[in-house]
């Protein structure tokens, strides 16, 4: 069972029978559900020859998204997040055009560009229903059906920011970490067996030379700032879960993984390499090949803002459906890359 989107389902009709097995009722009915109502989830039965197995199993699922990029927390229903920005310069550069000798004229003046970024916000809204039988059921149960309820709507919630922090909203023009349009767009070299690009096709070291390029590119976008030296990479599992088990060679003890870890080039300039994996990755690239990012994992450039952290807003009676209705809400912004140079994307691994 794994988790899935799911419409609004029917839960079905409650019969009660006899002991005859009639569907008239009688002193010793009991009651029974159609697939509908079991398929829902809201069935609770009782036998004295059954042992109850207390653990609920949710459904198999995972995210990842707080671990690949700080998140923010706070600033209310805010409708977009800004961003300043400044860029400096002087007439005639910073090169020899700064000289000074007695008797000039003048020197040359700094000068300041302002500009102000702005990232999207959108509004997550959910609730949750629990009729008023089930809640007395769920008395005789020992099942909180709230919180079931809760549990879920949870997972819901986390599912929408792993697409909002990895894909973006296409339907809402915004982008995620993987699919930035302002981020630039390299092709693994083409150095393994048969001129593969694949992880796979290609010897540790020339693994290795994939991982040290693409850092020292995205570096070299960023003016060599050692603030800005890229420490995080994912990528699909398939090609993680290949760097993680393969030995560097046959006598060796050493995985793929950890002699990357060892000898990248951030490393050498001591920054702490993280390589992970997300699904995510997989044919996110051009041509639907699998990429992998390499970026600067720091709230400086890059983030994402949970402006109003998923809340429990109103809680109320509705009589008309003999339940009681409680709406959640949160204020989300976009991913938010604030320096692009500091991404960069590898398809073909």
Not at 1 to 21: C, H, K, P
Not at 34 to 41: L, R, T
Not at 98 to 115: K, R, S, V, Y
Not at 330 to 342: C, H, I
Request: net charge negative.
């Amino acid at each position: 069972m794994a988790f899935q989107n799911v419409g609004t389902m029917d839960l079905g009709m409650q019969v009660a029978r006899g002991a005859g097995g009639s569907a008239t009722g009688g002193n010793a009915a009991h009651m029974t559900m159609d697939a509908a109502g079991i398929a829902s989830g809201q069935a609770f039965l009782t036998s004295e020859l059954e042992k109850r197995d207390t653990l609920v199993r949710t459904p198999l699922t995972s995210v990842t998204y707080a671990r690949d990029i700080p998140v923010r927390v706070g600033g209310g229903w805010a409708e977009f997040v800004s961003a300043m920005q400044v860029g400096y310069g002087t007439s005639g550069g910073s090169g020899d055009n700064l000289h000074h000798a007695g008797g000039a004229n003048g020197i040359p003046m700094i000068q300041a560009n302002f500009e102000k970024g702005l990232y999207k916000s959108h509004m997550v809204a959910m609730g949750t229903r629990v009729m008023w039988i089930d809640m007395q059921r769920g008395n005789m149960t020992g099942r909180n059906l709230d919180s079931l309820l809760r549990d879920g709507l949870r997972l819901t919630y986390d599912k929408h920011m792993e697409e909002n922090t990895y894909a973006g909203f296409k339907r809402y023009g915004t982008t995620g970490l993987l699919n930035n349009a302002d981020v630039t767009i390299t092709s693994a070299a083409a150095t393994g067996s048969a001129s593969g690009t694949t992880f796979k096709s290609k010897t540790p070291d020339q693994i290795l030379d994939d991982i040290n390029t693409a850092i020292l590119a995205a570096w070299a976008a960023a003016e060599y700032d050692r603030d800005a030296i890229p420490n995080h990479i994912i990528m699909p599992y398939e090609q993680f879960n290949y760097l993680a088990t393969t030995r560097v060679s046959d006598l060796a003890e050493k995985t793929i993984l950890a002699f990357l870890l060892e000898n990248n080039v951030a490393k050498q300039n001591g920054v702490d390499l993280y390589i992970g994996a997300t699904s995510w990755c997989k044919g996110a690239g051009a041509s639907k090949k699998d990429r992998m990012a390499v970026y600067c994992n720091k709230e400086r450039y890059l983030a994402m803002d949970e402006l109003a952290p998923l809340t429990r807003a109103m809680t109320g009676p509705n009589t008309e459906q003999f339940c009681y209705d409680t709406a959640y809400a949160a204020n989300v912004s976009e991913v938010e890359v604030f320096y692009d140079q500091t991404v960069l994307y590898v398809d073909g691994i």
